[in-house]
């Protein structure tokens, strides 16, 4: 097989450097940078992007070694086809290290056509380290780092209005934009840096909250060899990303003008506020794999695919979705219904193999923020109890009594959560057993049990599961 390098695939000059991109993992390789690239292709973006290591200290040989090139390969199951196709991303340029070589890292911001700033540094990456408190010194956080690079391009251009910047994080964080912004400012404070930068970065830089959405296993190692055959090149950076995607981005209108998905068949919006779309992900996505992996697993299935390819889980969970989850809702249908068709497809990719073990950390505090809006919300607005999403909460208390029809069901919670259902299972029946747990106010943050019709629902379909078993005891 061929080394993967530009001399012998990339024709034409380099493009501009537009996006500098902070962070070099799956998720951003396979979404942000899959998409400049084929905004190149498509919308005339004309754009490369350099990659900036936010947290390694070792140089990052693998993505350099290959010039930044690496394929994106698609692989899921769409419109009731399964999709295989292959991508080779040529729009980066390589990572540089910030620990090995500042003075390098800092001249990046003094390129006149950098325009936006990506990043993805986990969940925990975007927090005020008080350590960090010189700006001359590689600073060890990421909203740290960004504060030297922008302080080092506003002394460069002296200010320049023009030279400011779009921040686009991808954290998977609420309010991620906003949340940076105030990091930034603090290190400013720390720092001591003059006003006018302040200003400047208040005025003349826009920080965007975003919510995005793509599951990338990353690098395929099952088949790596089989696919590097077929591509005839030897990539060891390759990514595997489902076909799905979406990118929201609350920000001005005219960023759709800067940033071209339009002409690229890409899911990207921006819009002014992402709260329905952060809420139709928690709902139907979220809410649909916390409603199912109890009632799945109660049922003996053990992975999401197998499971909503099961005639009678299958149903379940197309119930739930369009019967309760989505009439609870308030946003438009037509923004909903065919995002819940997605999210079948995505349950049904036969290259994830997701076991429902895994989505079952911490079920009780994602059952009250990802399922239990919709009941309470369906309840208020048709006055009954949705059957589905009861039958969900019933099979989720029968899952925390460890064991159901012969085998152990795996619990993965606090363990005072545990402690709790274990010693209620010892000694209530059904009826104390529901009135105990939905009474509990540090579960729900309320009394369930003042919910019309609940307890009684909940109870109904919990003797059901106990009756339906026939195994009685513990494995």
Same mark, same amino acid.
């Given at each position: ?9 990339? %024709? ?85 290290? #910030? ?11 003094? %390129? ?79 720092? %001591? ?66 940033? #071209? ?32 992996? #109890? ?181």
């Amino acid at each position: 097989m061929k080394p993967l390098v530009r001399k012998n695939i990339v %024709n034409g000059e380099p493009r501009p450097i537009k996006i500098l991109q902070f962070g070099t993992g799956n998720f951003l390789r396979g979404f942000t940078d899959w998409m400049v690239d084929r905004m190149n292709e498509n919308s005339g973006f004309n754009a490369d992007i350099q990659m900036v290591q936010v947290h390694n200290r070792k140089p990052a040989r693998g993505i350099n070694e290959q010039e930044g090139l690496y394929h994106v390969l698609i692989r899921g199951y769409q419109n009731g086809k399964t999709v295989e196709t292959n991508r080779l991303i040529q729009c980066v340029r390589g990572a540089i290290n #910030p620990y090995l070589d500042y003075s390098q890292y800092l001249d990046l911001g003094l %390129n006149p056509d950098l325009q936006f700033i990506f990043s993805n540094t986990t969940e925990a990456g975007i927090y005020f380290e008080e350590n960090d408190k010189d700006w001359t010194i590689a600073p060890d956080s990421f909203p740290a780092k960004l504060t030297a690079l922008l302080y080092r391009r506003f002394e460069h251009f002296h200010g320049d209005s023009a030279k400011g910047l779009i921040i686009l994080p991808c954290e998977l964080i609420e309010d991620n934009g906003d949340k940076l912004k105030k990091i930034i400012l603090r290190y400013v404070e720390l720092w %001591n840096l003059p006003g006018t930068f302040e200003d400047w970065l208040v005025k003349h830089n826009v920080f965007c909250n975003t919510l995005v959405d793509r599951i990338v296993p990353g690098y395929p190692m099952e088949s790596a060899k089989a696919i590097q055959e077929s591509l005839g090149y030897q990539d060891e950076q390759m990514v595997m990303a489902e076909p799905f995607h979406f990118w929201a981005i609350q920000g001005p209108e005219w960023l759709g003008d800067v940033f #071209p998905t339009k002409n690229s068949n890409l899911d990207v919006r921006v819009v002014r506020d992402l709260a329905p779309f952060r809420t139709r992900k928690v709902r139907i996505l979220n809410g649909g794999h916390t409603a199912l992996v #109890p009632f799945a697993y109660l049922k003996g299935q053990r992975f999401v695919r197998e499971a909503v390819e099961d005639t009678e889980t299958g149903e379940f969970l197309q119930k739930a979705i369009f019967e309760e989850i989505i009439p609870s809702m308030d946003l438009a249908r037509e923004e909903l219904i065919p995002f819940a068709n997605d999210v079948l497809d995505r349950f049904k990719n036969p290259f994830i193999k997701h076991q429902l073990k895994d989505i079952a950390l911490n079920s009780i505090s994602k059952f009250k923020v990802r399922v239990l809006p919709s009941i309470l919300e369906f309840i208020n607005k048709e006055g009954r109890v949705p059957n589905n999403l009861a039958k969900s909460f019933a099979a989720l208390i029968v899952f925390y009594r460890g064991y159901y029809n012969g085998f152990e069901t795996p619990i993965k919670d606090k363990q005072e959560i545990i402690d709790y259902f274990n010693g209620l299972w010892k000694i209530k029946e059904p009826e104390g057993l529901v009135a105990d747990v939905l009474s509990k106010i540090d579960f729900w943050e309320q009394d369930l049990n003042l919910v019309q019709g609940l307890s009684t629902a909940v109870i109904a379909e919990i003797k059901n599961l106990l009756a339906s078993e026939t195994i009685k005891r513990k494995p």
